[in-house]
Each structure stands twice: as C-alpha cells, then as structure tokens.
C-alpha cells in the first residue's frame, strides 16, 4: 500500500527528486535543533511586546519599525504553522506506537504531512538565520562566455534569456543595461540584466558562478558533444542608474582614484570631426575594476551606467572581504556556496540540469531555459543554503558553550 | 584611411542588409551595428531606416537624421544649418558649469552659440546664472529658441553679428564670455576635416581663423571678468596669449591658461582678472587648465 502511494506521487509528480546530500527528510531532520526553537520563542516575545506598545499609540510612526515588525510577524506565523505541524506528526508518531488498530491510517497521514512539513521548517529555518545584508536590493545579472567561442556566446544568451524569462513570468521589472551582439550576431559577448525587483538579489544570488553547459552546438558538423561555459555575475543594484545619482556618486571618489576614458579619434577633433561615438571606460584603480559601456548614445548615460556598475561591484566586493575576515576570525573550514566555481551543468542529452552544490537534479531542459521551472533549482538551492548555516551556527553555539 | 575590405561589407551584408550602407562612415561592423540599433530605435518602419541608412552612405551626419544629439543631461535638438555639438564641447562645458558658485546671479554671455547648447547647459546646472546667447545666423538663434522652450531652461538668445559692432549687442558689463568660435583655417577644412562636416554642417560655423580671438582682446575683453573660448590648434591659443603678454595692461590684469581635451589635444584658452571684484576667479579656474600668464 505504501509503495503503491509513492509509485503513484513518484509518477504523477513531475521528476524530481534529490540526491543523498540534498535534505533527506525523515522525523529527526523535520525538527529544528532546540537552540532555533529557542530562537524563534524570543521573537515571538518580541512581538507580543510591540503589538502592545503599538496598541497603546505610545509611539508614532516609524518606517524602520514596521520593517521589523511585518518581518517579526511573518517569522511568528511561520513558527506557529510550523509548530502545530510538529504537533500533530507527534501525535500521529504516539498513535503508530500505541494503537496497532490506527498504525495504518497514521502511517498514511505521516505521508501525507511530511513534504508539507519539510517546506514550513525549511521557511522557518532561512526566517531565523541572519538575513543577507543586500537581501532586499534589486539585482544586476552580468554574464559572460568563457570558454567554448562561438558555443559559449550561444549559451550566454541562451542563459540570459532564461534570466529575462524568469522576471517576465514572475512579473518582475527588468532592463538590460548593456548588451553586445558577437560579430556574427549568434551570441553575445557580454550583457548586463537589471532586475529591479526588490529582493531580487536574494533570490538569484545563488546563480552566481560557472555554469556549464554540453550539448552539440548548433556550429558543430559532425555531431559531436561539446562543453562550453558561460559565468555569471550577481551584484546587489544599490543605486539606480540614473544621471543625477552617478553625479553625486563620482563626487565621492578621489581624483586619481578613477579615471574615465572616452573614445580617442585620430585627427584634429572638435569641430574637424562628427563622431557618433560615445563608448565610456570606467577604470577604477584601488580595486582595478574596469568597465566598459558603450550602448547609449550618449556618453553621459554611458557613464551613469558605468557607475552604478562600479557602485554594486564595490558594494559585492566588500561585503566577500567582511565575509571572509569573518571566516578567517572563526577559523573553520567552512564549505561556502557563493565561491564554488562550477555552480550547475545543463546537459542537453539527458535533459538534465544538475546542481553542483547542492547535488540537485531536474530533468526539464526546456522548462529551465524558458525560465519556469528555475525556481526549483533556486529553492534547493536556498534550503541547502540555510541548512548548511543552521549547521554553521549550531556549530558555533556548541564550540563557544 | 584604411579602405573598406569588400569582405567586410559581405560579412555586414549577411548580418543586415542595411548594415553595409553605415560601413563608410563606421568604418567597422561592431560601430555599424550600435549605429543602426540606435536609427532603428527612432524610426517607424523598415522603410524609414533604409532611406535613412542611405543617408547615412552619403555621410550626412547622424545627429541630423535622427534630429537630436546628448549634450550631458540635455537631448539638444539639432538641424541642418547650424554645428552640431562636439564631445570635446560638452567636456569642458561641463567643467566649467560645475566650477561656477551656486546661488549666485552670474552673467553669462555665450557668443556663437549655434544650438544654444553652452549656454543652456550652464544654466541647467546653474539655475541661478543670467545666460545671454548671441548668433549670426537666424538659423542658429531659431533653433537655441526652440531648444530652450522645449527643454523649459529660459534663457536670452539675440542675432546678431559680434565682429560687426552694432547696436545688437549691445557691450554690457558681464561676469563670464564663453564662445565656440569658428575656428578651422581654410587649409585644415581641405585636408584635415572629416567629410560628413565638409559636406553637411554650415561653413559659417566652420570656418574661421584668428578674427574671433582678434575681436576678444579689441571688444569683448574690456567688459568682461573671465573669458573661455574653444580652440582648434595651438596657434590660436598663443595668438591670444601674446596678444595679452604683448600688451603692457592686459598683462598685469589678465592671467591666460590653456586647457587639453581628453584626447590631449589643445582645445581651451581661457583668462580671468587677477582682482577679482564680484567672484573668486583663481579659486573657479583652478586646475582648470595650465596657466600661461
């Protein structure tokens, strides 16, 4: 009876399913460790305390803290809905120990209530962990080939449009900012998405790294498999990329801290030339970053661009060193998901796109690209995530007691 | 110049059947593609982009066709007759707009203005500014008029002809001159300008030598606290700094300086009174270019 019931799930489902690394959910691994409980208590505390002082209109608006208040409260629901689910699987789990008459019937709801129960503990479990700093900022996707020439190019836009796919279905604004076309018009040799979505960095984060793809190329003729990789960039959009905020924004740097390039025409210049040519380059030298932009016609708008760029890389590039001297004062080898290089492999014989880091695996190629089924692979991804820091903390918890 | 490989114009031929036409001016296929991506943008149909790719063929500048040329923030409106703006204007313009005090009613007057574009710029950034614009040609004031209204920046735009002293113009005191003269010589037009401006863009305000920097030491200096005006080549940035060093007043008033453009060509010469009487000159220019004088 039960294997017929998982037949049937495993048929009816789409295919999916985990390998062993990934979050295997028996009883033990649904509970949270009691120090998360204990966690999730001191909020719900806190949020008794607000709402009466709020009740009482001792205290006057204040956007700040009904950020902190909507996000208490989601994390208390959470933590209720997950808590009366941990009830009744107990309950359940007394009755298949107790009643030989009932096993059968409980066994069956247990079933049944497990995969509700590993999303409201997964949900709960990333609401306790400390949030990521630029959680709630937009996005910009950068993208590029590496290796695997024309194939590459090809597949870097075949990943972009999947990222564009995947704001389009979920309603999300989204620009490009910068897009090259490769001579040949097949594929591009660079492109640069905003997503101005809040939250958006959040949820895309994971992308960034080499995503590798196999399949045969469209400019292959004799049929042959090849391997090719494009590299993702995800930076937290911090500012927009308008004129007046580049403005102010190249005001905070030193003279000979940047240097910005436009084009250099041979010739006399001025009034001796028209040129049509408004390419900005952006060099930043303290971290030698250097951007290219060269898709507006006007150079201004060029160089905003390239500041707001300049801006989220500083911003992403900060934030790794705080991590990273976090690390270095903890002293662990710590597995990190962020660093890992090759991220995912999309592997079109076998349909089949795979997960590195998390070891997740989804056989719809075509659902992938087209940007509707990415949120499984993100999810995974996530849970993963916020496992493999629950761990982290709980480690640091035992290690200090 | 490099000719053209007529394999490159294959290759732009397969890629778009409008690419080739943009190849003369472009020159490469990457160029071509930004350049037709951006009439594609501006225009209705098919059939608009090909007459204007073929435009484009016979040179005739891209600001003309789609009507309009960036000038920092602004979209400034451009049409046949009158300069369209250069980089290298919008460099120091920018420059300079940002060095001038804020909250404060400087006089500006702008001479050859063309599309208004300096004068317009300068009060954009400084809203507080009083901007003068002055032009030879009807054309050019038409159009300094309408940019200013459709942009909604107001400023004064007068024709009339400053080499010729008359009543138009009349000499009011005023804190600043900024002025992109006509400045290349009838030798360089033949032999060192590009072909889409010796075709398309007007002579008037091509062609010139020294008068203009002539007239600024005879008329324009004596009412003025500072000057800034283009230049094409070095000559004429000495010619003004002799004409100041030679005279026995000029030179104990005015100190001169010469600015480079980003691609390290000679193309400011600028002056300011060293007493001040109404704004910290030396502190405004300063670093602005190398002084001279």
Same mark, same amino acid.
């Given at each position: 009876?039960?294997?017929?019931?998982?037949?049937?799930?495993?048929?009816?489902?789409?295919?999916?399913?985990?390998?062993?690394?990934?979050?295997?959910?028996?009883?033990?691994?649904?509970?949270?460790?009691?120090?998360?409980?204990?966690?999730?208590?001191?909020?719900?505390?806190?949020?008794?305390?607000?709402?009466?002082?709020?009740?009482?209109?001792?205290?006057?608006?204040?956007?700040?803290?009904?950020?902190?208040?909507?996000?208490?409260?989601?994390?208390?629901?959470?933590?209720?809905?997950?808590?009366?689910?941990?009830?009744?699987?107990?309950?359940?789990?007394?009755?298949?120990?107790?009643?030989?008459?009932?096993?059968?019937?409980?066994?069956?709801?247990?079933?049944?209530?497990?995969?509700?129960?590993?999303?409201?503990?997964?949900?709960?479990?990333?609401?306790?962990?400390?949030?990521?700093?630029?959680?709630?900022?937009?996005?910009?996707?950068?993208?590029?080939?590496?290796?695997?020439?024309?194939? %590459?190019?090809?597949?870097?836009?075949?990943?972009?449009?999947?990222?564009?796919?995947?704001?389009?279905?979920?309603?999300?604004?989204?620009?490009?900012?910068?897009?090259?076309?490769?001579?040949?018009?097949?594929?591009?040799?660079?492109?640069?998405?905003?997503?101005?979505?809040?939250?958006?960095?959040?949820?895309?984060?994971?992308?960034?790294?080499?995503?590798?793809?196999?399949?045969?190329?469209?400019?292959?003729?004799?049929?042959?498999?090849?391997?090719?990789?494009?590299?993702?960039?995800?930076?937290?959009?911090?500012?927009?990329?308008?004129?007046?905020?580049?403005?102010?924004?190249?005001?905070?740097?030193?003279?000979?801290?940047?240097?910005?390039?436009?084009?250099?025409?041979?010739?006399?210049?001025?009034?001796?030339?028209?040129?049509?040519?408004?390419?900005?380059?952006?060099?930043?030298?303290?971290?030698?970053?250097?951007?290219?932009?060269?898709?507006?016609?006007?150079?201004?708008?060029?160089?905003?661009?390239?500041? %707001?760029?300049?801006?989220?890389?500083?911003?992403?590039?900060?934030?790794?060193?705080?991590?990273?001297?976090?690390?270095?004062?903890?002293?662990?080898?710590?597995?990190?998901?962020?660093?890992?290089?090759?991220?995912?492999?999309?592997?079109?014989?076998?349909?089949?796109?795979?997960?590195?880091?998390?070891?997740?695996?989804?056989?719809?190629?075509?659902?992938?690209?087209?940007?509707?089924?990415?949120?499984?692979?993100?999810?995974?991804?996530?849970?993963?995530?916020?496992?493999?820091?629950?761990?982290?903390?709980?480690?640091?918890?035992?290690?200090?007691? | 110049?490099? !000719?053209?490989?007529?394999?490159?114009?294959?290759?732009?031929?397969?890629?778009? =059947?409008?690419?080739?036409?943009?190849?003369?001016?472009?020159?490469?296929?990457?160029?071509?593609?930004?350049?037709?991506?951006?009439?594609?943008?501006?225009?209705?149909?098919?059939?608009?982009?090909?007459? =204007?790719?073929?435009?484009?063929? &016979?040179?005739?500048?891209?600001?003309?066709?789609?009507?309009?040329?960036?000038?920092?923030?602004?979209?400034?409106?451009?049409?046949?007759?009158?300069?369209?703006?250069?980089?290298?204007?919008?460099?120091? #313009?920018?420059? *300079?707009?940002?060095?001038?005090?804020?909250?404060?009613?400087?006089?500006?007057?702008?001479?050859?203005?063309?599309?208004?574009?300096?004068?317009?710029?300068?009060?954009?950034?400084?809203?507080?500014?009083?901007?003068?614009?002055?032009?030879?040609?009807? *054309?050019?004031?038409?159009?300094?008029?309408?940019?200013?209204?459709?942009?909604?920046?107001?400023?004064?735009?007068?024709?009339?002809?400053?080499?010729?002293?008359?009543?138009?113009?009349?000499?009011?005191?005023?804190?600043?001159?900024?002025?992109?003269?006509?400045?290349?010589?009838?030798?360089?037009?033949?032999?060192?300008?590009?072909?889409?401006?010796?075709?398309?863009?007007?002579?008037?305000?091509?062609?010139?030598?020294?008068?203009?920097?002539?007239?600024?030491?005879?008329?324009?200096?004596?009412?003025?606290? #500072?000057?800034?005006?283009?230049?094409?080549?070095?000559?004429?940035?000495?010619?003004?700094?002799? &004409?100041?060093?030679?005279?026995?007043?000029?030179?104990?008033?005015? &100190?001169?300086?010469?600015?480079?453009?980003?691609?390290?060509?000679?193309?400011?010469?600028?002056?300011?009174? !060293?007493?001040?009487?109404? *704004?910290?000159?030396?502190?405004?220019?300063?670093?602005?270019?190398?002084?001279?004088?």
């Amino acid at each position: 009876m039960f294997s017929t019931v998982l037949r049937a799930t495993r048929l009816l489902s789409p295919k999916v399913w985990s390998r062993l690394q990934s979050t295997a959910s028996n009883c033990e691994s649904l509970e949270l460790h009691p120090l998360l409980i204990k966690r999730a208590e001191k909020y719900v505390e806190e949020l008794l305390v607000l709402e009466q002082r709020m009740a009482h209109g001792s205290i006057g608006f204040d956007v700040e803290r009904e950020k902190h208040f909507s996000r208490l409260s989601a994390v208390v629901d959470s933590f209720r809905k997950y808590a009366s689910e941990i009830a009744t699987l107990k309950e359940l789990q007394a009755m298949v120990d107790e009643d030989p008459s009932l096993r059968e019937e409980a066994e069956q709801e247990m079933v049944d209530i497990k995969p509700v129960l590993t999303k409201t503990s997964n949900a709960l479990l990333s609401q306790l962990l400390p949030q990521h700093p630029f959680a709630d900022a937009p996005c910009i996707l950068e993208i590029r080939p590496g290796v695997g020439g024309i194939e %590459a190019m090809i597949f870097a836009q075949d990943l972009l449009n999947m990222y564009t796919n995947y704001a389009h279905n979920k309603r999300w604004k989204y620009h490009l900012i910068s897009h090259n076309e490769n001579e040949s018009g097949s594929g591009i040799v660079d492109a640069i998405l905003s997503i101005d979505e809040p939250r958006a960095y959040d949820k895309l984060r994971f992308e960034a790294g080499v995503h590798r793809v196999q399949r045969i190329p469209a400019t292959e003729t004799k049929g042959r498999t090849h391997t090719s990789t494009a590299a993702v960039i995800v930076l937290p959009k911090i500012a927009e990329d308008s004129e007046k905020e580049a403005d102010s924004y190249e005001r905070t740097f030193k003279p000979d801290e940047i240097r910005i390039d436009v084009m250099r025409a041979r010739g006399k210049g001025g009034q001796h030339v028209n040129t049509t040519d408004s390419a900005v380059r952006l060099t930043h030298y303290p971290s030698g970053i250097v951007i290219n932009m060269q898709n507006e016609r006007s150079q201004h708008k060029n160089k905003a661009k390239a500041f %707001a760029i300049l801006r989220a890389r500083l911003a992403e590039l900060e934030q790794k060193e705080k991590e990273e001297k976090g690390r270095a004062a903890r002293k662990g080898q710590v597995t990190t998901t962020d660093r890992s290089d090759k991220v995912r492999t999309y592997n079109f014989p076998q349909n089949r796109v795979t997960d590195h880091r998390c070891g997740f695996n989804l056989h719809d190629m075509e659902g992938i690209m087209a940007g509707e089924r990415l949120d499984d692979v993100i999810e995974a991804m996530q849970s993963f995530d916020s496992d493999s820091r629950a761990k982290e903390l709980l480690d640091q918890v035992e290690n200090s007691n | 110049m490099v !000719r053209i490989k007529p394999s490159t114009i294959w290759q732009a031929s397969k890629l778009n =059947r409008f690419l080739p036409f943009l190849l003369p001016e472009c020159r490469s296929i990457h160029a071509a593609r930004q350049e037709l991506r951006w009439i594609q943008d501006e225009s209705n149909d098919d059939y608009q982009v090909w007459k =204007r790719c073929k435009l484009r063929y &016979r040179h005739y500048p891209l600001q003309y066709i789609l009507g309009s040329q960036p000038f920092e923030s602004l979209n400034i409106k451009c049409k046949p007759g009158v300069l369209i703006p250069r980089w290298e204007t919008e460099e120091w #313009a920018t420059d *300079l707009a940002h060095r001038l005090p804020k909250n404060r009613q400087i006089h500006v007057l702008d001479l050859c203005t063309g599309t208004g574009c300096i004068p317009l710029l300068i009060k954009h950034i400084r809203p507080d500014a009083v901007v003068k614009a002055v032009d030879c040609s009807p *054309l050019a004031t038409g159009l300094a008029y309408w940019n200013s209204k459709s942009l909604g920046i107001s400023i004064q735009v007068i024709q009339g002809d400053i080499l010729e002293h008359n009543s138009t113009v009349k000499p009011q005191k005023v804190d600043l001159i900024t002025c992109n003269p006509p400045y290349i010589s009838q030798s360089t037009f033949v032999k060192e300008t590009s072909r889409s401006v010796k075709l398309f863009e007007p002579k008037l305000a091509l062609i010139g030598c020294f008068e203009f920097y002539a007239d600024l030491i005879d008329h324009q200096i004596s009412r003025a606290e #500072a000057f800034v005006y283009e230049v094409g080549e070095l000559s004429q940035c000495e010619y003004v700094c002799r &004409r100041i060093v030679e005279d026995p007043i000029l030179s104990k008033v005015w &100190r001169v300086g010469f600015r480079l453009d980003a691609n390290s060509k000679p193309r400011v010469v600028y002056g300011y009174r !060293r007493v001040a009487i109404t *704004l910290d000159w030396p502190r405004i220019f300063e670093e602005f270019g190398e002084l001279k004088n």
